[in-house]
């Protein structure tokens, strides 16, 4: 059974840093485009950046740059996603995930496996 396990999430100040990680098991996941979603209430599920299966590749969204880095690790089927500088309107719930499409692929609906999600909230 294949799952990913996101962890890491919690409650910061603005202006702090959180890491999140997801580990996948079940199947290897080096040869997939990884990436992380995230979710407010009431909005809909939005793409926040993405990862090529090599890892020399990324996508950001625009609310992410300068301040998340995602990257991988394919011996340990796991990613990372390094968030610095967080905003109240960061909160939200994380998702990690897989895809088999390009790199640069933003669309939820293409992406196959999905995490559980966790919870950060970063308060003003």
């Known amino acids: 059974q294949v799952q990913l396990v996101e962890s890491g999430g919690g409650l910061v100040q603005a202006g702090g840093s959180l890491r999140l990680s997801c580990a996948a098991s079940?199947?290897?996941?080096?040869?997939?485009?990884m990436g992380w979603f995230r979710q407010a209430p009431g909005k809909d599920r939005e793409f926040v950046v993405s990862?090529?299966?090599?890892?020399?590749?990324?996508y950001y969204a625009d609310s992410a740059k300068g301040r998340f880095t995602i990257s991988r690790d394919n011996a340990e089927n796991t990613w990372y996603l390094q968030m610095n500088s967080l905003k109240p309107e960061d909160t939200a719930v994380y998702y990690c995930?897989?895809?088999?499409?390009?790199?640069?692929?933003?669309?939820?609906?293409?992406?196959?496996?999905w995490g559980q999600g966790t919870q950060v909230t970063v308060s003003s």
């Open positions: 990862i090529s299966w090599s890892g020399d590749m990324t």
């Open positions: 079940g199947r290897t996941f080096s040869s997939y485009t």
């Open positions: 995930a897989a895809s088999r499409n390009t790199w640069y692929e933003t669309r939820k609906g293409d992406y196959d496996y």
